[in-house]
T-cell receptor
Framework: DAKTTQPTSMDCAEGRAANLPCNHS???????VYWYRQIHSQGPQYIIH???NNETNEMASLIITEDRKSSTLILPHATLRDTAVYYC?????????????FGKGTRLSVIA | GAVVSQHPSRVICKSGTSVKIECRSL??????MFWYRQFPKKSLMLMAT?????????EQGVEKDKFLINHASLTLSTLTVTSAHPEDSSFYIC???????????????FGSGTRLTVV
């Protein structure tokens, strides 16, 4: 699976949009971009995933650049409960039943 | 959606004793489950892959005789930390993939984690 690079930490004011970047310059054509988050002392939670088109669900939006070498997770109106570590994971959908591998992620702090 | 239940959520044990952690897939069958360990302010590190009806596969550096994994049914995997020591204190998390959700879906669901403290 391709390597990802994320900023170590970010702050965001409550109610504002949180934009979390991820670089995955070595991504291949079969690889999806997945985002998970981990709130303190909980297991990771799925947020969103995409291949090349932008995606939106009730939690977030995922913007993938045309060359697919980077992406941005957008939380449109961050709340204090969005404070967590956010993981960007690139993974081949043909990988089958193999585990997710987590990098260091971005620690997002939402500030009142 | 798919739910993975993990118990206990928190356990404190004495050094030298053993602790069992359970991971159950509640609404799907999981032939494979994954066990992770996470130290404070660190990322999740894969410990082992649990396979139903066969031996688990361990990541390099993880002692298989210390971290016993049993996956006797399609919905239950257990991790037993044997002869626990303070350095085994950590946050343990299990995960399973609902293959019925489709190959291209996210599919991976995580338990809520177990905080183990060895005193």
């Amino acid at each position: 699976d391709a390597k990802t690079t994320q900023p170590t930490s970010m702050d965001c004011a409550e109610g504002r949009a949180a934009n979390l970047p991820c670089n995955h310059s070595t991504i291949s054509g079969n690889e999806y971009v997945y985002w998970y988050r981990q709130i303190h002392s909980q297991g990771p939670q799925y947020i969103i995933h995409g291949l090349k088109n932008n995606e939106t669900n009730e939690m977030a939006s995922l913007i993938i650049t045309e060359d697919r070498k980077s992406s941005t997770l957008i939380l449109p109106h961050a709340t204090l409960r969005d404070t967590a570590v956010y993981y960007c994971i690139v993974r081949d959908f043909l990988s089958g039943n193999t585990p997710l591998v987590f990098g260091k992620g971005t620690r997002l702090s939402v500030i009142a | 959606g798919a739910v993975v239940s993990q118990h206990p959520s928190r356990v404190i044990c004495k050094s030298g004793t053993s602790v069992k952690i359970e991971c159950r897939s509640l609404d799907f069958q999981a032939t494979t489950m994954f066990w992770y360990r996470q130290f404070p302010k660190k990322s999740l590190m894969l410990m082992a892959t649990s396979n139903e009806g066969s031996k688990a596969t361990y990541e390099q550096g993880v002692e298989k005789d210390k971290f016993l994994i049993n996956h006797a049914s399609l919905t239950l995997s257990t991790l037993t930390v044997t002869s626990a020591h303070p350095e085994d204190s950590s946050f343990y998390i299990c995960s399973a993939r609902d293959l019925g959700a489709g190959v291209r879906s996210y599919g991976y669901t995580f338990g809520s984690g177990t905080r183990l403290t060895v005193v």
